[in-house]
């Protein structure tokens, strides 16, 4: 069975470092890797994607992809309370077929 | 801006009910998709839509249909519902199957008694 695994966390970090979260993916035909945010009681909301392997950056967030590997992750630098949520990683084969991890909580302590 | 929006953000219903949950997006995307979010489990994916008319099962599609008539309307049926159907359901929409993010409604969260 096609699986995205993420740590359930909490991932703690004070303000002002760096999160660094991770996932893993079996499926070596996944072309397209999602990081989502996800606020209690919210729904998912699209911080970046990320398909090709290496770096991307967006403001605070870089997302790595390493398909060798089967490892994407997302960090977040200077990270604010604000950013406390669960992080849900995606990854697409380019089918309809979008396979969720669990996601990671993150605490971000002020 | 994008829009998805599902009809109501808490429902209660009795077992055996027949429950509707609509979503509709306003961005002229081709896909719609189903969800549900239960704890420790992620997201589930029901139903999925390609196009009016059109839809293929998920993961989990038993005792749940779907009806998509307009391409901006897709709708959820639980046919006669359960306590195990209590959840958080997720309609999502995207333009395109490759490289193509799916954006979230709101979320309703149903309560089977």
């Known amino acids: 069975q096609k699986e995205v695994e993420q740590n359930s966390g909490p991932l703690s970090v004070p303000e002002g470092a760096i999160a660094s979260l991770n996932c893993t993916y079996s499926?070596?035909?996944?072309?397209?890797f999602f990081w989502y945010r996800q606020y209690s009681g919210k729904s998912p909301e699209l911080i970046m994607f990320?398909?090709?392997?290496g770096d991307k950056e967006d403001g605070r967030f870089t997302a790595q992809l390493n398909k060798a590997s089967q490892y994407v992750s997302l960090l977040i630098r200077d990270s604010q309370p604000s950013d406390s949520a669960t992080y849900l990683c995606?990854?697409?084969?380019?089918?309809?077929?979008?396979?969720f991890g669990t996601g990671t909580r993150l605490k971000v302590l002020a | 801006d994008v829009k998805v929006t599902q009809s109501s953000r808490y429902l209660v219903k009795r077992t055996g009910e027949k429950v509707f949950l609509e979503c509709v997006q306003d961005?002229?995307?081709?896909?719609m998709f189903w969800y549900r979010q239960d704890p420790g489990l992620g997201l589930r994916l029901i139903y999925f839509?390609?196009?009016?008319?059109?839809?293929e099962k998920g993961d989990i599609p038993e005792g749940y249909s779907v009806s998509r008539e307009k391409k901006e309307r897709f709708s959820l049926i639980l046919e006669s519902a359960s306590t195990n159907q209590t959840s958080m359901y997720l309609c999502a929409s995207s333009r395109g199957l490759i490289l193509s993010e799916q954006f979230f409604g709101p979320g309703t969260r149903l309560t089977v008694l």
């Open positions: 995606a990854a697409s084969s380019g089918t309809y077929k979008y396979i």
């Open positions: 961005m002229d995307h081709e896909n």
């Open positions: 839509s390609y196009d009016v008319k059109m839809k």
């Open positions: 990320i398909y090709s392997n």
């Open positions: 499926d070596r035909g996944s072309q397209s």
